[in-house]
Structures are given as structure tokens and as C-alpha cells.
């Protein structure tokens, strides 16, 4: 697939610092060799090479896909999203993972998802994936923010090696909150944590930052914690994590949808807009739909996501004046 020593480096690599570029040899051979197969399939100059080129992107996209699964194949779990969204008319964050576990149910699902080793309870697509061959920073949350912005120029600058540095911020951080075991997890190398992490959910259970167990230890199959403490990463405690991941994501929406629907209503109210009132009224409803959506995904919680009605948004300019009022008192 390529030669990892510094001679026949691309000159990108060599140019900018090492700690930059750390770990992108492999995705930039692997970049090539797919876009090599892909050109040679189509542009080959006889059919004998147009045959090898498919033969060769078949078995590449094919081991992708059984050790990995769907969201394993270079830009499906990229291009899925966008598709889905499409297909379905649905406006909430979509995500290949959830439609496959949905739709899917069972053990085939998260085969298909995650890959053949998921029949043995081991998910390798977290290390097997090529899903961001070409994803320029692979190890970046694209967030459109301030702190989004600052951790992008962060990351940039200090490439894989600053989830390292992150990890030490994070260590510090629980162990003032002092949960000792999550402070250890971050501070010690990739093998001592995943010891150290089946231990705590073995006897702790899996628990939010804000010390709720979510995940009894008495619920983790015995398997799984063997597995994970040798450093493989167990199907059973990587679907929790993914689980609590993507429930975070689309929590994060909905109340980021539903401040900017109230802020643009006040908005429209302040100027008297009454047709933009009403079509933000009308969003509102669809937002409470989305939620009703998503929900079977938070287990069918009724408390989670709750259903706002419309007086809800009827009100909000009331409680902005409301606000200004008692914060203007305070300047008096």
C-alpha cells in the first residue's frame, strides 16, 4: 500500500512538524490507493487494467465493509447523512449508525453497522474503519463556534497529540470532582486505561460527570470487561458510549433549534411581523415532532426531550421583558 519511511513521504509531511502530521502516513497511502483504484477502474488503458482496478477497489471497499461494517467504507457514514436527510424529509442530525440500529434490529444490525467481529461481542470498526481515509482532520468535531473555532486552530497545530494534552485537561478535571478512577483513566497510556476503565464499570457501573449511574456493573456482561481490559474494544461498552454520544448530539439540537425559534419570535413580535410569527409558530410544532421521532432512541423516556406547546413560545416575549426589567433594577 505504500512505504512508511521519511524518504518517500509526502512532501506535505515533511515540510510541515512532526508533531502536525503524526499518524497520517497510513491515511494518505490509503487516500492514494483508493484513488488510484478508482482512476485505474475508469481510465485504465486496457480493459485487463480497468478489470484490476475494480478487482482492487472491490476488495479493499469489501474488507472495509466486513471488519467494519457499512460505516467503515471511505465516505459512507460522510455522504449517509445528507442522503437520509433527503430521503426521509426529516430535519434532526442524522447518522448511519442510528438508521442501521433502527431499522435493523438486533445482533445483524450492529453487524452491518459495526462489522463481522460484533458476532464475537469485539468492535473493531474503531480500529479497522476507514470511514476518514478522506476526511482532511479526521480526529476533529467540526463545531461552528467560538471554543469550536479555538480547538480547530488547537488541533491543527498540534494534530492527533492534542487529544493527549486534552486528556490531562479532562484528568484534572475529575479528579477535582473526585472521581478518582476517571482522573487515573486520563492521565495513564491507552493500555493501563482500558484495564483501568473495566475495573470501574465493573465495580462502579457507567455514570454521567454528574455522578448518576446510568449502566448498573451487575448489567456489563463479564465477556465484555475482559475483552476491553485487554485493550480490544468490547461491542457492549462501545455501543453504551455511542449511545450516550449520540443522545448528547441530538440533545444539543434541540435546544439549540428551540432558543433560535424563541429568538426569532421575539424578534418578529418586537417588529409586529405577524406572518413570521406564524411560521415560526409552525416550526415550533415540527420541532416537538422531531422530538417525538428520536425519542424511542432515549428508551422512550417521556421526560427526556419533553414536548414544549405553543404557549410556551407565546410567552417568551413576555419573559424577555420580564428579564430586562429586573436586570435593569440592579443598575438603578
Known amino acids: 500500500q505504500g512505504n512508511f519511511s521519511r524518504m518517500d513521504a509526502p512532501l506535505v509531511i515533511k515540510a510541515l512538524p512532526k508533531l502536525t502530521t503524526q499518524y497520517r502516513k497510513y491515511q ?27 478487482r482492487t477497489l472491490m476488495y479493499m471497499t469489501a474488507h472495509a465493509g466486513v471488519f467494519a461494517g457499512a460505516t467503515g467504507i471511505p465516505l459512507v457514514s460522510t455522504i449517509a447523512p445528507y442522503i437520509l436527510a433527503f430521503s426521509s424529509g426529516e430535519e434532526e442530525p442524522q447518522d448511519l449508525d442510528r438508521w442501521i440500529m433502527q431499522n435493523v434490529p438486533g445482533k445483524a444490525g ?52 492534542g487529544t493527549t494534552m486534552i486528556n490531562f485537561t479532562r484528568s484534572a478535571e475529575y479528579f477535582g470532582q473526585g472521581d478518582v478512577l476517571k482522573g487515573i483513566e486520563y492521565m495513564v497510556p491507552k493500555g493501563i486505561r482500558s484495564a483501568t476503565e473495566s ?114 413560545l407565546l410567552k417568551a416575549p413576555y419573559q424577555q421583558d420580564s428579564r430586562e426589567r429586573r436586570a435593569r433594577r440592579r443598575f438603578e
Do not use: C, H
Open 28 to 54: 494518505l497511502m490509503m487516500a492514494w490507493a483508493y484513488t488510484n483504484a478508482i482512476k485505474q477502474t475508469f481510465k485504465g488503458d486496457t480493459p485487463e487494467m480497468r478489470a484490476m482496478g475494480r
Open 110 to 161: 450492529e453487524v452491518l453497522a459495526k462489522g463481522a467481529f460484533n458476532f464475537i461481542g469485539i468492535d473493531m470498526s474503531t480500529k479497522l474503519s476507514q470511514g476518514k481515509i478522506f476526511d482532511p482532520f479526521p480526529y476533529l468535531d467540526y463545531d461552528v463556534s467560538e471554543d469550536g473555532i479555538k480547538d480547530l486552530v488547537f488541533n491543527l497545530a498540534a494534530g492527533p497529540s
Open 199 to 312: 475495573y470501574r464499570i465493573a465495580t462502579e457501573g457507567v455514570s454521567f460527570k454528574n455522578g448518576d449511574v446510568v449502566v448498573d456493573p451487575r448489567d456489563v456482561n463479564v465477556w465484555s470487561l475482559f475483552v476491553n481490559s485487554v485493550g480490544l474494544p468490547a461491542s457492549e461498552i462501545n455501543k453504551i458510549k455511542w449511545t450516550r454520544s449520540q443522545q448528547y448530539e441530538l440533545e444539543q439540537y434541540f435546544n439549540d433549534e428551540s432558543s433560535r425559534i424563541r429568538r426569532e419570535y421575539i424578534d418578529a413580535s418586537a417588529s409586529r411581523n405577524r406572518s413570521n410569527q406564524l411560521d415560526l409558530r409552525n416550526e415550533w410544532v415540527d420541532l416537538q415532532k422531531q422530538k417525538d421521532r428520536v425519542r424511542p432512541f432515549f428508551g422512550r423516556d417521556y421526560k427526556t426531550l419533553r414536548r414544549q406547546t405553543v404557549s410556551d
